[in-house]
């Protein structure tokens, strides 16, 4: 049999055909391997096609053969993702609002990629991109990669920072000025991602939205705020913010009704204790940084739930709720 003039590509395009036309619930015939590979005018015989199939296991792609009617079938199986995981993930890339819309669209497709074209197809009726809140900042992949650098390099970044105005324009915050901050961290919140960081100037730990930082730089200046975040636990931060806002930490105690558990066991986990305080209500302690994103939350769960203490919060609730009375009287 004459060679193609393909021949070199041979193993790599048998392992395309396979890992494309194949799953576990289609199979290919050696028939139809020959007719596949003529195609990338590549000619083999069934003898080297057996070979170059065991090949591929030694590869990692492990293709079983099963006799049906006269024949053999080959089908891929033992993919590194199943289909389940992968659906998984698109869910999570689409749920994202800092993954702009174009490359939601192009990670999904890499993300077909791993399956065969049949499996593919049920990937993208699950694809429902258009229309969604998205970030518009291409450049936050980049953004990321240079935060963790610096991390790694235990060095500050520099950046600037936006916020949109009334015309719906980027604007950048404080004039332009350049933030100096030590990253520690990031932290996927609300379906945004945070860096979380020390800024030395004001002496404090803060965060900033990952899809409004612009330019962003490495320092020379090695990172501070060590002792902030050694005894920090980044998911119990995030945890303790409503909203990634920012504001005194403080143990609050509150009166739950008995319908709410679940709404508290999403929010503060599993661990919580709490103490039955009649038979329809039980008091939690939580600890959390007081803002009005916190106060808002408990304001949204009705009278269902109430802060009982410590006073100051208690105090702090009830100047928010004055003010949203006067904000709202005719």
């Known amino acids: 049999m004459p060679k193609g003039k393909n021949q070199k590509f041979k193993l790599y395009r048998l392992a395309q055909i396979m890992l494309e036309?194949?799953?576990?619930?289609?199979?290919?015939?050696?028939?139809?391997?020959?007719?596949?590979?003529?195609?990338?005018?590549?000619?083999?015989?069934?003898?080297?096609?057996?070979?170059?199939l065991k090949d591929l296991e030694e590869l990692g792609i492990e293709i079983e053969g099963e006799r049906i009617g006269s024949g053999y079938h080959y089908?891929?199986?033992?993919?590194?993702?199943?289909?389940?995981e992968l659906k998984l993930l698109v869910d999570a890339i689409q749920s994202s609002k800092f993954i702009t819309e174009?490359?939601?669209?192009?990670?999904?497709?890499?993300?077909?990629?791993?399956?065969s074209k049949y499996d593919a197809q049920k990937l993208q009726r699950?694809?429902?991109?258009?229309?969604?809140?998205?970030?518009m900042n291409e450049s936050i992949y980049y953004t990321v990669d240079a935060i963790h650098n610096a991390i790694t390099e235990n060095k500050k970044i520099k950046f600037q920072y936006y916020q949109w105005n009334v015309k719906k324009e980027m604007e950048l915050r404080h004039n332009g000025a350049w933030y100096h901050i030590s990253p520690w961290g990031l932290s996927w919140a609300d379906e945004n991602y945070y860096l979380v960081g020390f800024d030395s100037e004001a002496g404090k730990i803060k965060h900033y939205r990952v899809d409004k930082i612009l330019k962003i730089r490495m320092s020379k200046e090695e990172r501070e705020g060590r002792e902030y975040f050694?005894?920090?636990?980044?998911?119990?931060?995030?945890?303790k913010s409503f909203g990634m806002f920012g504001g005194k930490e403080q143990?609050?105690?509150?009166?739950?009704?008995?319908s709410l558990v679940g709404v508290i066991i999403d929010r503060f986990g599993k661990d919580i204790m709490m103490i039955p305080q009649d038979e329809q209500h039980?008091?939690?302690?939580?600890?959390?940084?007081?803002?009005?994103?916190?106060?808002?939350?408990v304001f949204s769960l009705g009278k269902?739930?109430?802060?009982?203490?410590p006073d100051e919060v208690v105090d702090k609730m009830k100047k928010e709720i004055s003010r949203l009375v006067g904000q709202y009287e005719l």
């Open 304 to 309: 269902q739930i109430k802060i009982v203490g």
């Open 75 to 84: 089908h891929v199986i033992g993919r590194n993702f199943e289909l389940p």
């Open 21 to 52: 036309q194949t799953d576990e619930e289609h199979y290919i015939t050696m028939p139809e391997i020959m007719s596949a590979l003529a195609e990338y005018e590549i000619t083999a015989d069934r003898k080297s096609i057996y070979a170059d």
């Open 282 to 297: 039980f008091i939690v302690n939580v600890d959390v940084h007081i803002s009005r994103q916190f106060l808002g939350w």
């Open 126 to 135: 699950q694809v429902y991109v258009s229309g969604r809140i998205k970030t």
């Open 230 to 239: 050694q005894r920090l636990d980044m998911a119990d931060y995030a945890k």
């Open 251 to 258: 143990t609050v105690r509150l009166l739950v009704h008995n």
């Open 102 to 115: 174009r490359k939601t669209n192009a990670l999904i497709k890499k993300l077909e990629k791993m399956v």
